[in-house]
């Protein structure tokens, strides 16, 4: 990674440990949590001097060297470190057995805008804001596969719960529909040269013109736009959960394509028997693999690729990536440092110390 090593999440983006290590996680109390709907979603972009939910305290730098962490752990550290609460809502989600690799550049600690940021692209959900204005609280956004806390809430919880998530899901579906909407842009783009891109798009549209330039993230829009109509339905206007299909059938020339997307992070994978076994030559992308795929688009203007085991109920997974298409680049550091580099101006050593 180039510039500041904002995390490395090494085994997987979100690992989900177990019952076994949620129980053993961690004796601390659970952080407080809001009583009712009186939450905003916390917006990066927003946090800044000058932002409607700006917070100093957020740009207190953070530092964490180690593998396996609970994330109730890690917020607790957060707090000592910062004086910012981070719980989960609802209380006790499944959320608090997510475990993490976290490991941070000690010479550059990252700030907690940024850890935070950057958590929430990995777990695919939002936090939440609320409390003092001064001094507001957070909280870490149910995942839309942890059920099961919602069983362990009282009455007035699962109401409280039920109108969070309806807004969320509200929010959602029109960021999705926003998406869905570009499309016919992004298509366009696709065929415009590298100095078209730069001159349209440079400092207009950062966010497009990053997934247009750099070959991982325009092989994964190529492919997603180059799905039938019906499945691009699934992928944008469908369930939450977007297109889950079964790897065997996806056609042999999908499949290759996939397994290309696959090939480009492989630090993502379940293991490497897949990457040896290729190299062999004993398994190929076109043959019938135990797994399945998922394509959606996220609440935060992106595409994501997902190759998992058809049973897949958290854990490990092999991962394609997203790629933002929509959006503020501002919001991520990488993504900007990454677009730098691309239009031959990369940051300067006291841009990176910054």
């Known amino acids: 990674m180039r510039g500041k090593a904002i995390l490395l999440l090494a085994a997987l983006a979100a690992a989900v440990c177990g019952v076994a290590c949620a129980e053993n996680a961690s004796s601390v109390d659970t952080p407080r949590a809001p009583t009712g709907p009186d939450m905003l979603s916390w917006l990066p972009s927003e946090s800044w001097a000058g932002g409607e939910q700006y ?7 953070v530092r964490f060297w180690g593998a396996g962490m609970p994330l109730r752990n890690v917020f ?42 950057q958590l929430s692209w990995v777990t695919d959900c939002g936090f939440g804001v609320w409390g003092e204005d001064e001094e507001p609280s957070y ?14 809430l009282q009455a007035e919880g699962d109401a409280a719960v039920s109108v969070l998530r309806a807004a969320a899901e509200q929010l959602r579906s029109e960021n999705r529909r926003e998406l869905a909407e570009k499309l016919p842009e992004v298509r366009e783009a696709l065929s415009m040269s590298r100095e078209e891109l730069v001159a349209r798009y440079e400092g207009v549209d950062d966010q497009l013109l990053l997934a247009m330039l750099d070959p991982r993230r325009r092989k994964i829009v190529e492919f997603v736009l180059g799905l039938p109509a019906d499945d691009l339905q699934a992928v944008f206007a469908g369930p939450v959960r977007g297109l889950v299909r079964p790897w065997a059938e996806w056609t042999p020339e999908q499949r290759r394509a996939i397994g290309k997307l696959l090939e480009l992070r492989r630090r993502y994978w379940i293991s490497e028997e897949y990457l040896q076994a290729l190299e062999e030559g004993s398994v190929r992308w076109e043959d019938e693999l135990p797994l399945s795929v998922t394509v959606r688009g996220t609440a935060s203007g992106g595409l994501r690729v997902i190759a998992h085991p058809p049973d897949y109920r958290g854990g490990r997974w092999m991962s394609a990536g997203g790629v933002s298409i929509a959006g503020d680049i501002g919001s991520s550091p990488e993504d900007v440092m990454a677009l730098r580099e691309l239009l031959g101006d990369p940051l300067t050593p006291d841009e990176r110390s910054a």
Not at 85 to 105: A, K, Q, S, T
């Open 139 to 152: 909280c870490l956004l149910a995942t839309t596969i942890a059920a099961g806390a919602l069983r362990r």
């Open 76 to 117: 607790t550290s957060v707090k000592e470190q910062t004086g910012v609460e981070i719980g989960f809502w609802p209380p006790g989600d499944d959320n608090e057995r997510v475990c993490v690799n976290l490991y941070l550049n000690p010479q550059k600690p990252p700030t907690l805008r940024e850890l935070m940021a």
């Open 55 to 61: 917070d100093p305290r957020l740009e207190r730098r």
